[in-house]
């Protein structure tokens, strides 16, 4: 680390910004909740993978070692995140008469596509939840032995009440027992929980149902706050730095599982709480019923009848990357198109570096960049704010190139590296119209550039015109200067 960093997160735990202090440095345990895989990648998957991928890049650039755990659920998650209905894999399976794990494999590999288009780095562990049986029994036999759960008719179920007379069950969401207690219904005597807000840690499972494992209770499934506790525990430790998820997780899927940590452990597993704020469309909630459900590749593809067009897996990385995490963020074509523009402005700027002529002095601070980047980012990860520090330098660049300003060659090369290291490394963009083309284009696209000059030399108007036409018709525009030309895929 060159500078001594301070970075400050917001904990949702304490609803403050606190000072980041791992348990171990330079090491870092974060945990962040992955897909249930029994659809389509959507909207509501990219913001939280960005933002936790973001600071994942982050934390290494300024100097941790990351584990970063993410978690693929296979089994346990019901229909309405509630602990009756279907599971919602097994329902997919039956439906389309496949094996569970077919389903699971099969949307897992798209989930790793669309995340490989995001440029979102893989976890370092990504563990599934039917993987972990065993060790979800173990978590449920502690419980059972702490007193904190009870057996039901095969099932075992999480005591709240009691819980909530030892600890505090509701730190998280801000909910208070009395008032759940007031808002949900009473049982209607079918049930086998105690209290309707008690929570599932093992179901029984009725014959139709596929996804099945022997325990001490009965042949069932786990349920689906336990699966994190348990991987957290078994990857992270009993205490580790960072738990991350969608802010739709917060109650009741994190709010169970400080409850399960608390309860087994006596202590909070996780120091640190984040959550990324929700995905509108045009204002609207996103939704199924609601018909503007846009998975990423109906946004690749344009495919979905709100789009006006398709939209490169990097504008949706921009686009994320534009607002505050903690804020929500509204989806429209307008905006969209605002990102892909603002997008390619940025990359052009990126490409300009390499055509300064570095001069005997500067004319610019180059510590400037420097510092609000590494400021926006300590101050809870705020990538707008790195974002317009960025355009600010795109005027510079586009000023150095003008020759309207200068500067020295080893500023240009800390500029250089500087300005890569932002938008690549840390922010994980990259230039895609580089990236469409390969190694070849450039050597060949200068050397058509190089038999122009000669033409251009010679006279030879009609070869000249030529050259520049045909990389024109695909898509290479030659723009001449005084000294020579600049080219660009456009
Ligand atoms: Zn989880």
């Given at each position: 680390?060159?500078?001594?960093?301070?970075?400050?997160?917001?904990?949702?735990?304490?609803?403050?910004?606190?000072?980041?202090?791992?348990?171990?440095?330079?090491?870092?345990?974060?945990?962040?909740?992955?897909?249930?895989?029994?659809?389509?990648?959507?909207?509501?998957?990219?913001?939280?993978?960005?933002?936790?991928?973001?600071?994942?890049?982050?934390?290494?650039?300024?100097?941790?070692?990351?584990?970063?755990?993410?978690?693929?659920?296979?089994?346990?998650?019901?229909?309405?995140?509630?602990?009756?209905?279907?599971?919602?894999?097994?329902?997919?399976?039956?439906?389309?008469?496949?094996?569970?794990?077919?389903?699971?494999?099969?949307?897992?590999?798209?989930?790793?596509?669309?995340?490989?288009?995001?440029?979102?780095?893989?976890?370092?562990?990504?563990?599934?939840?039917?993987?972990?049986?065993?060790?979800?029994?173990?978590?449920?036999?502690?419980?059972?032995?702490?007193?904190?759960?009870?057996?039901?008719?095969?099932?075992v179920y999480f005591d709240v009440a009691k819980y909530d007379k030892q600890y505090?069950?509701?730190?998280?969401?801000?909910?208070?027992?009395?008032?759940?207690?007031?808002?949900?219904?009473?049982?209607?005597?079918?049930?086998?929980?105690?209290?309707?807000?008690?929570?599932?840690?093992?179901?029984?499972?009725?014959?139709?149902?596929?996804?099945?494992?022997?325990?001490?209770?009965?042949?069932?499934?786990?349920?689906?706050?336990?699966?994190?506790?348990?991987?957290?525990?078994?990857?992270?430790?009993?205490?580790?730095?960072?738990?991350?998820?969608?802010?739709?997780?917060?109650?009741?899927?994190?709010?169970?599982?400080?409850?399960?940590?608390?309860?087994?452990?006596?202590?909070?597993?996780?120091?640190?709480?984040?959550?990324?704020?929700?995905?509108?469309?045009?204002?609207?909630?996103?939704?199924?019923?609601?018909?503007?459900?846009?998975?990423?590749?109906?946004?690749?593809?344009?495919?979905?009848?709100?789009?006006?067009?398709?939209?490169?897996?990097?504008?949706?990385?921009?686009?994320?990357?534009?607002?505050?995490?903690?804020?929500?963020?509204?989806?429209?074509?307008?905006?969209?198109?605002?990102?892909?523009?603002?997008?390619?402005?940025?990359?052009?700027?990126?490409?300009?570096?390499?055509?300064?002529?570095?001069?005997?002095?500067?004319?610019?601070?180059?510590?400037?960049?420097?510092?609000?980047?590494?400021?926006?980012?300590?101050?809870?990860?705020?990538?707008?704010?790195?974002?317009?520090?960025?355009?600010?330098?795109?005027?510079?660049?586009?000023?150095?190139?003008?020759?309207?300003?200068?500067?020295?060659?080893?500023?240009?090369?800390?500029?250089?590296?500087?300005?890569?290291?932002?938008?690549?490394?840390?922010?994980?963009?990259?230039?895609?119209?580089?990236?469409?083309?390969?190694?070849?284009?450039?050597?060949?696209?200068?050397?058509?550039?190089?038999?122009?000059?000669?033409?251009?030399?010679?006279?030879?108007?009609?070869?000249?015109?030529?050259?520049?036409?045909?990389?024109?018709?695909?898509?290479?525009?030659?723009?001449?200067?005084k000294d020579g030309c600049d080219w660009e895929i456009i």
């Amino acid at each position: 680390m060159e500078r001594e960093q301070k970075l400050s997160i917001y904990n949702t735990l304490s609803r403050k910004k606190e000072e980041f202090k791992p348990y171990n440095p330079p090491f870092v345990g974060l945990y962040v909740c992955g897909p249930t895989v029994y659809g389509d990648a959507h909207l509501g998957h990219a913001r939280p993978a960005v933002t936790f991928d973001v600071l994942f890049r982050y934390l290494q650039d300024i100097g941790y070692k990351v584990r970063y755990v993410r978690n693929i659920t296979d089994v346990g998650h019901l229909e309405n995140d509630a602990d009756e209905g279907e599971d919602k894999i097994s329902k997919k399976a039956r439906i389309d008469k496949l094996e569970p794990m077919e389903v699971s494999h099969f949307f897992t590999e798209r989930y790793h596509d669309a995340m490989r288009m995001l440029e979102v780095k893989s976890p370092s562990i990504e563990p599934r939840a039917s993987g972990h049986i065993l060790e979800q029994i173990e978590l449920i036999e502690q419980l059972l032995e702490k007193g904190f759960a009870y057996v039901s008719n095969g099932s075992v179920y999480f005591d709240v009440a009691k819980y909530d007379k030892q600890y505090h069950y509701g730190k998280l969401s801000g909910r208070v027992l009395e008032d759940m207690v007031a808002n949900t219904r009473t049982l209607d005597g079918q049930s086998d929980k105690r209290n309707s807000f008690d929570f599932a840690l093992w179901k029984q499972a009725p014959a139709e149902h596929i996804m099945r494992w022997n325990s001490p209770w009965s042949v069932g499934f786990p349920g689906w706050h336990l699966e994190c506790s348990a991987m957290s525990t078994k990857y992270l430790g009993a205490r580790f730095d960072i738990h991350g998820g969608g802010m739709d997780l917060m109650f009741p899927h994190h709010e169970c599982e400080i409850a399960q940590s608390v309860a087994a452990c006596g202590h909070d597993a996780a120091k640190y709480w984040m959550h990324n704020n929700m995905i509108t469309i045009n204002g609207q909630k996103m939704g199924k019923s609601l018909g503007n459900f846009i998975t990423l590749e109906e946004l690749f593809e344009g495919s979905h009848k709100l789009l006006v067009q398709s939209y490169s897996p990097m504008t949706i990385r921009f686009f994320v990357l534009q607002a505050h995490y903690r804020s929500t963020l509204d989806f429209s074509n307008e905006a969209l198109q605002a990102s892909e523009k603002g997008l390619e402005r940025l990359m052009r700027a990126v490409q300009t570096l390499s055509k300064i002529e570095p001069k005997a002095t500067s004319s610019v601070d180059i510590s400037d960049l420097e510092s609000r980047y590494l400021d926006a980012m300590n101050d809870d990860l705020n990538t707008p704010i790195v974002i317009s520090a960025l355009f600010d330098w795109v005027k510079i660049i586009n000023q150095l190139h003008d020759g309207q300003q200068s500067i020295n060659s080893t500023d240009l090369e800390s500029l250089t590296s500087l300005v890569k290291k932002i938008v690549f490394d840390v922010l994980g963009l990259k230039d895609e119209k580089v990236d469409q083309s390969n190694d070849l284009v450039s050597p060949l696209v200068e050397m058509l550039i190089e038999v122009r000059s000669e033409a251009k030399v010679n006279k030879d108007w009609a070869t000249s015109d030529l050259i520049r036409d045909k990389l024109a018709e695909i898509g290479v525009q030659v723009k001449d200067r005084k000294d020579g030309c600049d080219w660009e895929i456009i």
